[in-house]
Every structure is written in C-alpha cells, then in structure tokens.
C-alpha cells in the first residue's frame, strides 16, 4: 500500500530565502507525482507535475525533482515571498494514474 | 483549458436533511471523476471513483448509502450526502480525469452540518 510522507509537517521562514519542501513514497512503481498549493478553505492549485519517466520539472521560482529509485520528492522555491504562504501537497498516482495519494503537507509561512 | 467548477462553494444544513454537490468538467470530457474529503488540517482523502455510466467504487470505510454518488454524462457527477449529521462536517473535492490521465481538480464544497 502506497504511503507519502511529508516532511516538515509546517515550516516558517523571512521572506527572501530559498527552502526545500521535501515528500517520500513508500511504492516506487508510481505513474507520476504532483505537487499541489492549497490556501486555506481553498481548494487546490496545481504547480508541477514530474512524469515517472521524468527528474525533474521547472516553473518559476519552483522546481521539483523526482528520485524513483529513493522514493523521494522535492520542491525548490527559491527567493520565497510572503505570497507563497500555504499549506504544500505531495501526491503520488499509482501505475495507472487512476488513483492519487497524497501526503499530509507542509504548512508553509513565509515571514515579511 | 481543462478547468473544473464545483458547486457549492459552501453549504449549510440542518442535520437530517441531504445535500447534493456538483462537480462539471466544463471543457473536456470525463469519463472518471473522483470525490475527496479534508477534515480539517488533514489531507485529502479519497472517497470514490466515479465511472460514467455505471456504479462508483467506494474506498473502505465510506458508505456508500450515505454518500451517492451519480455520474449520469461525460461532463458532470454529483455527490449526495443523505441524512447528514456534524461528523460529515468537511471539505469534499471532486476531481476529472482528462488527458494524460491528469485529474484536475474542483475548488472544494465546505459542508457544515448543524
């Protein structure tokens, strides 16, 4: 049974650094991975979306990357900004992309 | 393009009475839809899969005569709850499967159950 896993569960840092938002899956046989934004009482915002063929994937200040054989994820953000505070969602779709698990997310606030 | 509206935004009942919750592909067509729950600072979690044309597959644990769920054409599925009582006081999001077998997501229902 796929699990994710995301680590830290919230994070605060001043506005201007970069950080890392980090995920880990249990299933290394996965379709493809996700990256979500979600404000609060908001739905969700797709930022990246890294093929299981694929390493990584880039938009803006953003960058995921993808290590299969580590089951492991990261989401770059560089010069993060105030705007960038929410909550962070890893989501993982098994073989077929029929079903997506996601991790529990990293709450993120970024200080002025 | 492949943009998927939900509907309501934000319900509130009385406990007892049912709700009903649409979820409409408005440019592309799904033949799958899924419905998610959020309690609150929980992630999403799924409910069931919704199949064009036939029965949904319900995850473990949800009811599935509690939670209809009807998927009766290509662009829309809805999302009964029946006889709603606080604890089904959540975050439902729905979500299509377009191409690529990327599912694209709703803005979210939060339903409050008084």
């Known amino acids: 049974k796929q699990e994710v896993t995301q680590i830290p569960a919230a994070l605060s840092v001043p506005e201007g650094e970069n950080l890392v938002l980090n995920c880990s899956f249990t299933?290394?046989?996965?379709?493809?991975l996700q990256w979500f934004r979600q404000d609060p009482g908001k739905g969700l915002t797709s930022l990246l979306l890294?093929?299981?063929?694929?390493r990584e994937q880039t938009s803006g200040r953003l960058n995921a990357s993808l290590d299969k054989s580590s089951g492991r994820s990261t989401l770059y953000i560089a010069a993060s900004q105030p705007g960038d505070s929410a909550t962070y969602l890893c989501?993982?779709?098994?073989?077929?992309?029929?079903?997506?698990?996601f991790g529990s997310g990293t709450r993120l606030s970024i200080r002025p | 393009g492949a943009v998927v509206s939900q509907h309501p935004s934000w319900v509130i009942c009385k406990s007892g009475t049912s709700v009903k919750i649409e979820c409409r592909s408005l440019d592309f067509q799904a033949t799958t839809m899924f419905w998610y729950r959020q309690f609150p600072k929980q992630s999403l979690m799924l409910m069931a899969t919704?199949?064009?044309?036939?029965?949904?597959?319900?995850e473990q644990g949800v009811e599935k005569d509690k939670f209809l769920i009807n998927h009766a054409s290509l662009t829309l599925s809805t999302l009964t709850v029946t006889s709603a009582h606080p604890e089904d006081s959540s975050f439902y999001i729905c979500?299509?499967?377009?191409?690529?077998?990327?599912?694209?997501f709703g803005a979210g229902t939060r339903l409050s159950v008084l």
């Open positions: 919704s199949n064009e044309g036939s029965k949904a597959t319900y």
């Open positions: 979500s299509a499967l377009g191409g690529a077998d990327i599912q694209y």
């Open positions: 299933d290394s046989a996965i379709y493809n």
């Open positions: 989501a993982v779709g098994d073989s077929s992309a029929s079903k997506i698990i």
């Open positions: 890294i093929q299981s063929s694929q």
